[in-house]
Protein backbone atom coordinates (compact mmCIF):
# COMPACT_ATOMS: atom_id res chain seq x y z
CA UNK A 1 0.00 0.00 0.00
CA UNK A 2 0.81 3.35 -0.94
CA UNK A 3 1.94 5.46 2.11
CA UNK A 4 4.38 8.71 3.14
CA UNK A 5 5.47 9.38 6.18
CA UNK A 6 6.85 12.52 7.83
CA UNK A 7 8.74 11.36 10.78
CA UNK A 8 8.71 15.05 12.83
CA UNK A 9 5.51 16.49 13.65
CA UNK A 10 7.30 19.55 14.61
CA UNK A 11 10.27 21.35 14.32
CA UNK A 12 11.96 24.62 15.57
CA UNK A 13 14.84 26.34 14.12
CA UNK A 14 16.71 29.87 14.65
CA UNK A 15 16.72 32.05 11.83
CA UNK A 16 18.99 31.75 9.67
CA UNK A 17 19.91 28.26 10.52
CA UNK A 18 20.07 25.47 7.76
CA UNK A 19 16.42 23.25 7.52
CA UNK A 20 15.77 19.79 6.72
CA UNK A 21 12.51 18.33 6.55
CA UNK A 22 12.28 14.58 6.24
CA UNK A 23 10.11 12.42 3.70
CA UNK A 24 9.95 8.76 3.43
CA UNK A 25 7.33 6.76 1.17
CA UNK A 26 6.23 3.25 0.62
CA UNK A 27 5.26 2.87 -3.23
CA UNK A 28 5.10 0.00 -5.69
CA UNK A 29 7.57 1.83 -8.45
CA UNK A 30 9.47 5.22 -8.24
CA UNK A 31 6.20 7.66 -8.05
CA UNK A 32 5.75 11.38 -8.47
CA UNK A 33 7.07 13.61 -5.46
CA UNK A 34 6.49 16.79 -4.58
CA UNK A 35 6.52 19.18 -1.36
CA UNK A 36 3.88 21.78 -0.45
CA UNK A 37 3.81 24.15 2.07
CA UNK A 38 0.75 25.91 3.76
CA UNK A 39 0.75 28.83 5.67
CA UNK A 40 -2.47 29.33 8.52
CA UNK A 41 -5.42 29.22 6.81
CA UNK A 42 -4.53 29.24 3.51
CA UNK A 43 -4.31 26.50 0.76
CA UNK A 44 -1.16 24.19 -0.33
CA UNK A 45 1.49 25.92 -2.32
CA UNK A 46 3.59 23.84 -4.49
CA UNK A 47 7.34 24.10 -3.13
CA UNK A 48 9.10 21.82 -5.58
CA UNK A 49 8.25 18.56 -7.36
CA UNK A 50 10.24 14.98 -9.16
CA UNK A 51 9.32 13.45 -11.63
CA UNK A 52 12.60 11.75 -13.37
CA UNK A 53 16.11 12.94 -14.02
CA UNK A 54 18.20 14.77 -11.60
CA UNK A 55 18.19 13.85 -8.23
CA UNK A 56 18.29 17.37 -6.83
CA UNK A 57 15.54 19.29 -7.47
CA UNK A 58 14.96 23.22 -7.02
CA UNK A 59 12.11 24.92 -6.00
CA UNK A 60 10.66 28.49 -4.62
CA UNK A 61 11.96 30.34 -2.07
CA UNK A 62 15.16 28.67 -1.86
CA UNK A 63 14.33 25.57 -1.18
CA UNK A 64 15.65 22.54 -2.69
CA UNK A 65 15.09 18.42 -1.99
CA UNK A 66 16.53 15.47 -2.98
CA UNK A 67 15.38 11.73 -4.15
CA UNK A 68 17.26 8.94 -2.77
CA UNK A 69 15.79 5.88 -4.44
CA UNK A 70 17.61 3.78 -1.79
CA UNK A 71 16.06 5.27 1.51
CA UNK A 72 12.80 5.79 -0.24
CA UNK A 73 13.19 9.30 0.79
CA UNK A 74 12.63 13.01 -0.73
CA UNK A 75 14.06 15.42 1.77
CA UNK A 76 13.31 19.00 1.74
CA UNK A 77 16.37 21.80 2.48
CA UNK A 78 16.89 25.07 2.83
CA UNK A 79 20.67 26.56 3.81
CA UNK A 80 19.11 29.37 5.42
CA UNK A 81 15.86 29.84 6.76
CA UNK A 82 13.53 33.19 7.14
CA UNK A 83 11.14 34.24 9.34
CA UNK A 84 8.66 33.69 6.59
CA UNK A 85 9.27 30.19 6.22
CA UNK A 86 6.98 29.26 9.27
CA UNK A 87 4.17 27.02 7.98
CA UNK A 88 2.92 23.92 8.02
CA UNK A 89 4.97 21.03 4.94
CA UNK A 90 3.85 18.13 3.64
CA UNK A 91 4.94 15.77 1.43
CA UNK A 92 3.13 14.30 -1.06
CA UNK A 93 3.45 10.70 -3.77
CA UNK A 94 1.63 11.02 -6.52
CA UNK A 95 0.91 8.07 -8.51
CA UNK A 96 2.52 7.70 -11.86
CA UNK A 97 -0.95 6.68 -13.28
CA UNK A 98 -4.27 7.75 -12.32
CA UNK A 99 -4.81 11.14 -10.17
CA UNK A 100 -4.62 9.87 -6.86
CA UNK A 101 -2.33 11.96 -4.39
CA UNK A 102 -0.98 10.60 -1.12
CA UNK A 103 -0.04 12.93 1.85
CA UNK A 104 2.22 12.84 4.82
CA UNK A 105 1.21 13.72 7.93
CA UNK A 106 2.87 17.27 8.09
CA UNK A 107 5.54 18.91 9.81
CA UNK A 108 4.81 22.27 11.51
CA UNK A 109 7.81 24.36 11.27
CA UNK A 110 8.66 27.29 14.01
CA UNK A 111 11.07 29.89 13.17
CA UNK A 112 12.78 31.43 16.34
CA UNK A 113 14.36 34.87 16.26
CA UNK B 1 -1.69 31.08 -14.34
CA UNK B 2 -2.25 28.90 -11.79
CA UNK B 3 -4.31 29.69 -10.09
CA UNK B 4 -7.35 28.31 -8.30
CA UNK B 5 -10.12 30.30 -6.86
CA UNK B 6 -12.31 29.31 -4.23
CA UNK B 7 -15.68 31.13 -2.86
CA UNK B 8 -16.68 32.59 -0.10
CA UNK B 9 -13.16 32.48 2.09
CA UNK B 10 -15.21 32.30 4.91
CA UNK B 11 -18.67 30.59 5.73
CA UNK B 12 -20.51 30.04 9.07
CA UNK B 13 -24.22 28.22 8.55
CA UNK B 14 -26.84 26.34 11.00
CA UNK B 15 -27.55 22.04 10.52
CA UNK B 16 -30.18 22.83 8.76
CA UNK B 17 -28.69 25.30 6.11
CA UNK B 18 -27.98 24.71 2.40
CA UNK B 19 -25.29 26.40 1.00
CA UNK B 20 -22.74 25.83 -1.52
CA UNK B 21 -18.83 26.27 -2.41
CA UNK B 22 -17.49 27.32 -5.64
CA UNK B 23 -14.00 26.86 -6.94
CA UNK B 24 -12.88 28.08 -9.98
CA UNK B 25 -9.64 27.15 -12.65
CA UNK B 26 -9.00 28.53 -16.01
CA UNK B 27 -5.84 26.25 -16.80
CA UNK B 28 -7.62 24.20 -19.13
CA UNK B 29 -7.44 21.09 -16.73
CA UNK B 30 -9.60 18.40 -16.69
CA UNK B 31 -9.73 17.27 -13.24
CA UNK B 32 -10.73 18.68 -10.34
CA UNK B 33 -10.91 18.01 -6.57
CA UNK B 34 -12.82 18.18 -3.10
CA UNK B 35 -10.48 17.87 -0.04
CA UNK B 36 -11.47 18.28 4.03
CA UNK B 37 -8.87 19.33 6.15
CA UNK B 38 -8.67 19.71 9.39
CA UNK B 39 -6.16 21.84 11.93
CA UNK B 40 -2.94 20.00 11.69
CA UNK B 41 -3.92 17.34 9.86
CA UNK B 42 -3.26 16.73 6.06
CA UNK B 43 -5.99 17.25 3.33
CA UNK B 44 -8.02 14.29 3.29
CA UNK B 45 -9.42 13.85 -0.56
CA UNK B 46 -13.76 13.33 -0.77
CA UNK B 47 -14.20 13.63 -4.19
CA UNK B 48 -12.37 13.93 -8.24
CA UNK B 49 -14.08 14.91 -11.26
CA UNK B 50 -12.19 13.86 -14.55
CA UNK B 51 -13.64 15.00 -17.97
CA UNK B 52 -16.59 16.52 -15.00
CA UNK B 53 -17.50 13.10 -14.65
CA UNK B 54 -17.44 11.95 -10.48
CA UNK B 55 -14.40 9.59 -10.85
CA UNK B 56 -13.57 8.99 -7.08
CA UNK B 57 -16.40 9.46 -3.78
CA UNK B 58 -14.16 8.44 -0.82
CA UNK B 59 -17.68 7.51 0.64
CA UNK B 60 -18.31 10.93 1.68
CA UNK B 61 -21.85 11.30 3.48
CA UNK B 62 -24.38 12.41 1.18
CA UNK B 63 -25.08 15.49 3.47
CA UNK B 64 -22.30 16.55 0.85
CA UNK B 65 -23.15 16.76 -2.82
CA UNK B 66 -20.70 17.72 -5.72
CA UNK B 67 -21.42 19.02 -8.81
CA UNK B 68 -18.97 20.09 -12.14
CA UNK B 69 -21.17 21.88 -13.93
CA UNK B 70 -18.35 22.32 -16.68
CA UNK B 71 -14.81 22.04 -17.05
CA UNK B 72 -14.02 25.41 -15.12
CA UNK B 73 -16.50 25.14 -12.40
CA UNK B 74 -16.64 22.71 -9.43
CA UNK B 75 -19.24 23.14 -6.64
CA UNK B 76 -20.23 21.54 -3.20
CA UNK B 77 -23.74 21.68 -2.40
CA UNK B 78 -23.61 21.71 1.94
CA UNK B 79 -27.19 20.04 3.78
CA UNK B 80 -27.50 19.77 7.04
CA UNK B 81 -23.93 19.30 8.19
CA UNK B 82 -22.83 18.80 11.84
CA UNK B 83 -20.59 20.72 13.68
CA UNK B 84 -17.75 17.78 13.10
CA UNK B 85 -17.98 18.95 9.15
CA UNK B 86 -16.48 22.18 10.53
CA UNK B 87 -13.48 22.61 8.47
CA UNK B 88 -10.87 24.05 5.77
CA UNK B 89 -12.50 22.51 2.11
CA UNK B 90 -9.89 22.90 -0.23
CA UNK B 91 -10.40 22.40 -4.09
CA UNK B 92 -7.68 21.96 -6.60
CA UNK B 93 -7.03 20.74 -10.19
CA UNK B 94 -4.85 18.96 -12.31
CA UNK B 95 -4.31 17.71 -15.70
CA UNK B 96 -5.86 14.44 -16.31
CA UNK B 97 -3.81 11.47 -16.15
CA UNK B 98 -2.38 10.36 -19.63
CA UNK B 99 -0.78 7.30 -18.64
CA UNK B 100 3.00 7.44 -17.58
CA UNK B 101 3.76 10.18 -19.60
CA UNK B 102 0.94 12.35 -16.93
CA UNK B 103 2.51 14.78 -14.62
CA UNK B 104 -0.21 15.78 -12.49
CA UNK B 105 0.51 18.80 -10.07
CA UNK B 106 -1.82 19.78 -8.25
CA UNK B 107 -3.16 23.12 -8.08
CA UNK B 108 -4.54 24.13 -4.92
CA UNK B 109 -7.14 27.07 -3.86
CA UNK B 110 -6.76 29.01 -0.80
CA UNK B 111 -9.67 27.35 0.62
CA UNK B 112 -13.30 28.11 2.49
CA UNK B 113 -12.92 27.78 6.13
CA UNK B 114 -16.50 26.39 7.05
CA UNK B 115 -18.01 26.48 10.79
CA UNK B 116 -20.85 24.56 11.43
CA UNK B 117 -23.00 25.52 14.42
Known amino acids: AQSVTQPDIHITVSEGASLELRCNYSYGATPYLFWYVQSPGQGLQLLLKYFSGDTLVQGIKGFEAEFKRSQSSFNLRKPSVHWSDAAEYFCAVGARTGNQFYFGTGTSLTVIP | DTEVTQTPKHLVMGMTNKKSLKCEQH?????MYWYKQKAKKPPELMFVYSYEKLSINESVPSRFSPECPNSSLLNLHLHALQPEDSALYLCASSQVDMGIRAKNIQYFGAGTRLSVL
Open chain 2, 27 to 31: MGHRA
